[in-house]
Structure formats: structure tokens, C-alpha cells
């Protein structure tokens, strides 16, 4: 399994190959900072939903150790990493493939335009909970498969995936379904306990700050449905692992009628394995495996489509607007990641088909050639065709001079004429021939895996390097730091201009979230409203809009600190409202100024609004336990000894 690791390392390299220089990850929804604060905000207990729970709290606790853009990256290039290798293994369990079609599930889970566009909207930390999907399947297998309640190493491995997974908490309903739809019904309660506690960070979050209990935005539904690309409609681009919203975050590619190109190939090596990935084998468990992730795999791309019909979005509306949570289904592409693990395995065993018939023809020209290597070429389970509609291949067993005689079965009535063609020297020939067929069909498997690989990567060539230099390091201007040693004191910190999204100088084309809630020790308010598509999707901030309407206004100083804002930060050279901010600005106290930031103190007393002591401390408790479940299942996994399988 060295091959298909390192084949892995290699892909995930060229992939992100950009971020490995200095700097730090600040692309639309992603933001790595130096160094992040375990607020309250942080931990999921601010005004808005906790979307980004656990993953806020982990590096808020680790970068005063290790530098924040360092563990951003390395959490982003072992979940690239951990996605094609355990594609492999999927295949290698499953289907027991050789390495070859191993590395063809590898290329399906990393070199598809699912990955591509989740690097380019900034969901690394979503590109976590895709990872651990195939590692999901290889437990469940391996709990069906063991003892009566499962081995412990396969139990520990589920544990790590479902913690791994819920970085956040679209990734943990992505592994969550999954682990259900795949562990049989005798788990399911003990799956579904551990899936509880793999998530308990957002879900305590979201039961104690109360943000959770708010509707979402049905406006959200329509603005975040899945796009149809070039040449393929709705329901073609998300078979396609594609159709993000954002039809900026794609490569270029994408834009083209290579999108139709790379959709056809995936789906053509794909339909090649699925008759033998749904019929094939004798053992039920994996049997039962590979229907269910093919099952999984149509629902997966058919329910986002319909959910972008008319009627489909008048239902995800109604939810969104009368269930609490239900928000987290307004990205129906996400879930199209429930669809790799079975193309994986599809693609590898049509590796293995296609293989197989060119083996087959081979064989059957062999044959024709020398009738006597009939017994060989069926020792090596090749099939192959006659060439002439006879039946049979001739007396070449020997045991009676009149089984070629009669010219019935055989090629020619000389063969089997003395009983002796089959009997007497041949071994020799046998042999060779044995070992030919065998490195023919080796060299045959190779060279369909390196076609499919190929097929696989051209019509998205640009994913390579940072998908065309799109996902690279920036680096943040040193006023960043001084503003954070400032900030020493009480009160929340308000930002101007308005919005969530800033364009920086430094930070390229694309709109980027600001990072000031994660560059900065106290609290910074966030509206939560998105701008899509045209349109703007309201967040759950409340107070946060009530704070941007009160500066955009001109409000008062003792208005601010009423609000319990103790901060204003002012950053320069980004579009957005300011509207009479000045008048605000003149009454607070400046405490830096560069190029970039402007940073006011609110004098005065500042109605300092401080969370439940009792709230913080049963988050902290679920984070610790989420970390203690990741931790602890990836130990166990590593070192327990696998269990006897059950015959």
C-alpha cells in the first residue's frame, strides 16, 4: 500500500503545491491567520450560527504554538492526502483490486472538479469531512465484517473518521449519512451515539447561543442552488462531481465544453465498473457496501438536482423557514460528495473490465495460434472467444488417441492423435506460457489504469498547482499585528465599512471574508449576510446589524458603548458603506493608524456583554470531547490489531 500513499502525497502536492510557500491561506470563505483567539465567537457562542465549529476553537488553541497558516495547510494537504488514499484502500478491500486500479480510485477522489471548486470557494476544512468518507466505508466494512459487535480497531477507526469529519458541521452530516446508510441496522444506535459526540461541539453551540433556534434566510435557497455548467445542465454537472453556486469559484476549465468533455469521460469509466461493483463477489458484507454507496452516490447527485427545480426550492424554503438547523441544506452541491466513494470504486473495477476483455482477445488470438495453450490460458481465468464459433479448443489432453480424430471439437485431427501432445513436453511450454499470460495481463492493467488516469486529469489539467495559482499563500501587512497588541481592553469590536467581504490589496481578485473576528483578541461582530448571486442573504447577527446600522448612521459614543462596542476598526482600501461614519469616528479616541487599519477606542464605560461562564465551560467540555474522539480513534487505529474476519 507504499504505491498508492505516495501516488496520493504526489497528487495532493501538485494540488496545493503553492501553499507550501510562506504565507497564509486567504481566499473567499477560507482564512488562516498567525495567530486566533478562543472568543466567544470562536467557540460558537456568538450571535451567529456556528458554521465554523469545531475548526475556529482548534486553532485558536494551537496557533499560540504553532503558527495558524501552518496548521491550516497541513490540515489541508493530509485531508487531500487521507481523500485518494483511502480511495485506494476502499478498492483494495471491496473489490481487492490490484495497485493499478487502486491508483485510478485514488485520481477519482482528488482530480475532480468537486475539489477544485471547494479549494476555490475556501472550504478547506470541508475538503476534511469529503476525506473521511471512503475511511467511513473501509470501518463500516470492517465492523459488518469482524466480530459480532465489531473489532476495535474498526470501531476506533469510525470514531476518528466521524471526529475528523466534524472540523465542521456540514463535514459531519456528510460522514454521519454515510456511517448510517452503511453499518446495518444492529449499529446503527451505537453509530448514531458516537456521531452525537463527534458533533457535540456545534450542537451544544448551537443549543446554548440560541442562534441555532433562529430560521434561516429562505432567500439562501435559490442563491446557493446547484449551477448547471457548459453543455451539461443541472443534474449533468452534479453527475460530474461539479455545479458549484459560485460560478467564479470554478477553473477555468470549467467555463468550457471541457466541463462536457471531463463529465462524459468520468461518467463513461465509471458505468464501465458499475455492473461488476454491484453484481460481483460472494461475500455479503461487500455486497452490501458497494449497492449502498452506489445507492448513496445516485441520491447524492439526484436530490441537489431536484432540490434546484422550481417546486424543490419551494420545499427547501418552507424548511428552512420553519426548521431550526435546517440552513445547512441550503448548499445542496456540498452533499455531492456522498457520490465519490462509489465512483471510486466503479472507476477501479472497470479497470479491472476493461483489463479483462483485452486480456480476453489476447488470449483468444493465442489461441487460435496454439490450440495446445488452452488448458494454460484457462488457468489464468481468461475467457477468451473462440475464433472460429467452434466450441472447443481440440484433444489436447492426450488421454485418447480419438478425441482430435474426429475434427469435431478441435482445431485439426492431429492433435490428440497419439495421446501423447497433452501428456509429454509441454510442462516447459506450459510454464512460459503461464508466466506470459500473467505479465501480459499485469502489463494490460497498467496500461488501462494509466488511460483511465489520464482520461481523468486532461479536461481538468488547470486543478493542478493552486488551480492555476488561484489557491496561493498571501501575506498580511504588519498593522494586522499592531492592531491586535491594542486591543487590551473591555467591549466587542465593530468594523467599517459594512459587510462581511473585503478586497484587500494584498489579497487578490476575489472577495475574501474578513479576517479581523480571527486577527483579533475580543469579539468582532459580523452581520452573517452574504452577497449572491445579485442578491443578499440575510445572517443571524442581529446585533451586529443594529451596530453597522448605528455607524453608518452617525450614531453616538454612548450609543456604542450601550451596545457594548469598545472598538471600531477602520479598514482602508476595500469597497464597501461607511455611510456618515465620520461623524462617529470624530468622537472616538484613534490608537493606530497605517495604510491599511485605523483602530478607535470607545471612551468612556463600556456595558461589557459577557457570556454564561456555565455556557462557555459546556462548550469548552464538547470541544475537549470532539478532540479527545479524534485523538484517541486515530491512536487506536493505528496501533490495535485487526480482527479476524467472520467466514
Known sequence: MWVPAGYSAVLALLIVGPLLGSGYLLLRDAVSTPRSYPTDSALGLGDAAPRAVPQDALLAWLSPVIDGGLIVKAILLVALWA??????????????????????????????????????????????????????AVAAYRIRGAARHGSVRAWAGLVGSLAAAGLTPTGALLAGIAALALVGRRHLAAVLAVLIAASAPWLAATALSGAGGSPSDPAGIAAFAARAEPGLGTLGSLAGLGGIWNGDAVPDSRTTLLAAIGTVLLLVIVATGLRAVVTDGTDPNQRYLRRALVVLAAL??????????????????????????????????KYVALAMPAYALCAAAGCGV?????????????????????????????????????????????????????????????????????TSGTDDRASSTSVAASVTGSVV???????????????????AWGVSGAVRPVHYPAGWHQVAEKVDGPGDVAVLPGGMFRKFRYSGKAPVLDPAPRMLPN???????????????????????????????????????????????????TPGPLGDSKITLAQLDPVFSDADLTLYRVPGAIHQRTGSAMHRSLVVAAHALWLTLLVGGALIAAVARPAHRKR
Do not use: K
Open 83 to 136: 481523500a485518494g488514499y483511502g480511495a485506494a484502500v476502499l478498492a483494495r478491500e471491496l473489490l481487492g483490486v490490484p495497485v493499478a486500479a487502486q491508483l485510478v480510485a485514488a485520481t477519482v477522489a482528488l482530480w475532480n472538479p468537486y475539489v477544485a471548486e471547494r479549494l476555490l470557494q475556501g472550504h478547506w476544512s470541508l475538503l476534511a469531512g469529503y476525506a473521511a468518507l471512503p475511511w467511513v
Open 523 to 573: 469579539d468582532v461582530l459580523q452581520t452573517g449576510e452574504l452577497p449572491v448571486r445579485g442578491r443578499t442573504v440575510s445572517g443571524e447577527g442581529a446585533r451586529a446589524r443594529a451596530v453597522e446600522a448605528l455607524l453608518l448612521q452617525g450614531g453616538s459614543v454612548q450609543e456604542l458603548a450601550a451596545s457594548g462596542i469598545g472598538w471600531v476598526l477602520v479598514e482602508h482600501g
Open 354 to 422: 476493461i483489463a479483462q476483455r483485452f486480456s480476453a482477445m489476447g488470449a483468444a488470438a493465442a489461441l487460435a495460434d496454439h490450440p495446445q495453450n488452452a488448458e494454460v490460458i484457462a488457468r489464468q481465468g481468461i475467457n477468451p472467444a473462440p475464433a472460429d464459433g467452434t466450441s472447443g479448443t481440440s484433444g489436447t489432453s492426450g488421454t485418447s488417441g480419438t478425441s482430435g480424430t474426429s475434427g469435431t471439437s478441435g482445431t485439426s485431427g492431429t492433435s490428440g492423435t497419439s495421446g501423447t501432445s497433452g
Open 300 to 333: 447524492a447527485v439526484l436530490l441537489p438536482a431536484l432540490g434546484a427545480t422550481p417546486w424543490g426550492m419551494q420545499v427547501l424554503e418552507w424548511l428552512v423557514a420553519h426548521v431550526p438547523g435546517a440552513g445547512l441544506l441550503r448548499d445542496t452541491q
Open 445 to 463: 492493467t497498467r496500461s488501462v489504469a494509466a488511460v483511465f488516469i489520464a482520461l481523468l486529469m486532461l479536461p481538468l489539467l488547470d486543478l
